[in-house]
C-alpha cells in the first residue's frame, strides 16, 4: 500500500476527532459531579435548616422523617441519646426552644455523607427557667433514599 498526503491528512484528521472526544468527555463528566454536588449540598442546607425549624417547634414528625434510626445524638453535657430517645425528650414539652439559630454554618458533602458544623445560640424555658444556649455542633448526615438523615450529632462547651 502506497502512504500519500491524503491517507496521512486523514488519519491525523481521525486522531484530532479521537482527542476531541476524549478530552469532552470527562469534561462532560466533570460537570455532572459538579451539578450533582451543588444538589447535595443545597439539599443538605435545606435539611441542616429543617432540622433547627423542627427543634424550634418540636416537631415529631419533622424529626422522625429527619433523623437515621441508627442516630446517635451526643449533648454538650455527655448525654448520648438514640433516635426514639432524642425525640421523645424534643417533644415532650418538659423543655421548649424559645429562640434558636445556627451560626457560621459550613456544610460538606464527601460522597453520600455530608458534615455540618455550626455555633448554637438560642434560650430554652424548663420550670419557669429560661437558659441561654452557646455550644458547637457538628452534625454527621448520611443520603438515604435521596434524603439526608441524621447519623450522628455531638454538641460541645464553647
Not at 441508627?70 to 424534643?90: C, D, N, P, R, V
Not at 458544623?117 to 455542633?137: A, C, H, P, Y
Not at 438515604?144 to 447519623?151: A, G, M, R
Amino acid at each position: 500500500m502506497n502512504i500519500n498526503r491524503r491517507h496521512i491528512a486523514t488519519a491525523g484528521a481521525g486522531l484530532l476527532a479521537m482527542a476531541a472526544i476524549g478530552i469532552a468527555a470527562p469534561a462532560q463528566a466533570d460537570d455532572k459531579k459538579n451539578d450533582d454536588k451543588k444538589k447535595g449540598l443545597a439539599s443538605l442546607t435545606a435539611a441542616v435548616e429543617a432540622f433547627r425549624v423542627a427543634m424550634l417547634k418540636a416537631d415529631k414528625a419533622a424529626f422522625d422523617k429527619l433523623c437515621s434510626d441508627q442516630l446517635s445524638y451526643g449533648h454538650s453535657a455527655g448525654k448520648i441519646e438514640t433516635k426514639a430517645e432524642f425525640i421523645a425528650a424534643s417533644t415532650s414539652g418538659k423543655s421548649v426552644w424559645k429562640t434558636i439559630t445556627f451560626d457560621k454554618v459550613t456544610n460538606q458533602v464527601v460522597g453520600r455523607e455530608g458534615i455540618s458544623r455550626f455555633i448554637l445560640t438560642g434560650q430554652t424555658e424548663s420550670e419557669g427557667k429560661t437558659t441561654d444556649i452557646n455550644i458547637g455542633v457538628l452534625m454527621v448526615w448520611r443520603e438515604e433514599k435521596d434524603n439526608w438523615k441524621l447519623l450522628a450529632r455531638q454538641a460541645f462547651r464553647l
